[in-house]
């Protein structure tokens, strides 16, 4: 990573002053820290999701006698705009016009085709049944030398209340022969039919996370979208891998109740959790206002989901902090925080996929911890240390 080159660019006088010359180009505020001179005010390109190559940086560090003296790091590069499912700023002001001056949808497409004849106006997934015909068209498993194609071995899609839509790459259904563990989490705010985001995966001995694919669905992480997904990864692990899958435990998100599960969450061993969880559902059965949520419990974490705990999976990650991060790419690389409509998600999601299955590739996964320098260091220290 190059390191900034900063200049001396201006002194506010005053906090008015700075807000006016960081508006004045066109930066608004990333940041703000607080050091020992007092507090320092980072502020980035305004249109930086358009233009994620944009380079220009404002520092703002506050004086004593409450001026700031102002510094510059790049220049405003605007010439790369990020790409985006949303139309260009002009023809959606056109669209708006139109629409406010009466125009019905299928008037406007045909204005816009006559406008802009090389506008692609998809309204191929309109209802259901086309939603259907696209995912049977994705339905075969693609030729082993098409390792980043996308295919869609399981979905159910009836409305937008009944719908479960699966899809992955050869090359990303291919961690699951490594891992026996599979982490699952659901983003919302993906489309404008509230639909929620599944996205799966494992991670390798270096804690490095492999998504494996997503599912788009219209529930939320329960344990029957559990079973439906482990039966999905059953069908085709042996079709693609040539082998029976792995996968024996769920790491989903937990809800943050009492310091007991918490405490539970560290046990290592089978036997003390199966212990410790009675004995704990035995100690809120005493409290009449913890009664739906034990029954919840018992049902959900220990009866059909229980390997949350620290022993459950050796070598594994016991948090989801990977698959946390990636959804939150998602939303910044991807959808850009905005609620896609379907037709335009679908599309949103074959690309993020062939992105992971070829970053998968180039970035195998491995098998062995890798140990660094300073850490086996500490570790010699530390045995020095009990001898």
Known sequence: MSTRIWQDFFVCEDENELLAIT???????????????????????????KYPLCKIQLKAKQSSDGTYQLYLSGSHDHQQRNTTTRLPSPIREVIIRLSDNGLVTSQINKVMEALHPDLSIDT?????????????????????????????????????NDLFICFTTRQLSSACKYSSVLAIDCTYKITTNELSLLVFGTSDYNRRFYPMGICLISTDESADTFRTLFRVIQ???????????????????????EQDIFSMQLIFDGQIFAIASRLMLLKWSTDAELNDFRQYFE??????????????????PSTNNGLESLNGRIKKDYT???????????????????????????KPFQLHITYKDDLKLSAYTWLQQQG
């Open 23 to 49: 508006k004045e180009n066109n930066t608004c505020k990333k940041c703000t820290e607080q050091f020992n001179y007092g507090l320092c005010h980072t502020y980035i390109c305004s249109e930086y999701r």
């Open 124 to 160: 191929k997934v309109m209802n259901a049944a086309h939603l259907q015909q696209w995912c049977l068209l994705r339905q075969n498993v693609p030729p082993p030398d098409k390792q980043h194609d996308i295919f869609i071995p399981y979905y159910v899609a009836n409305d937008v």
């Open 235 to 257: 069908q085709w692990a042996s079709a693609v891998n040539n082998q029976a899958d792995t996968i024996s435990h769920v790491l989903a998100d937990g809800a943050p109740v």
């Open 299 to 316: 049902q959900e974490w220990i009866l059909s989901l229980p390997y949350w705990y620290e022993g459950a999976a050796c070598l594994a």
């Open 336 to 362: 850009l925080q905005n609620r896609l409509p379907l037709s335009a998600f679908l599309k949103t999601a074959e690309r993020l996929l062939i992105d992971w299955s070829k970053d998968s590739e180039e």
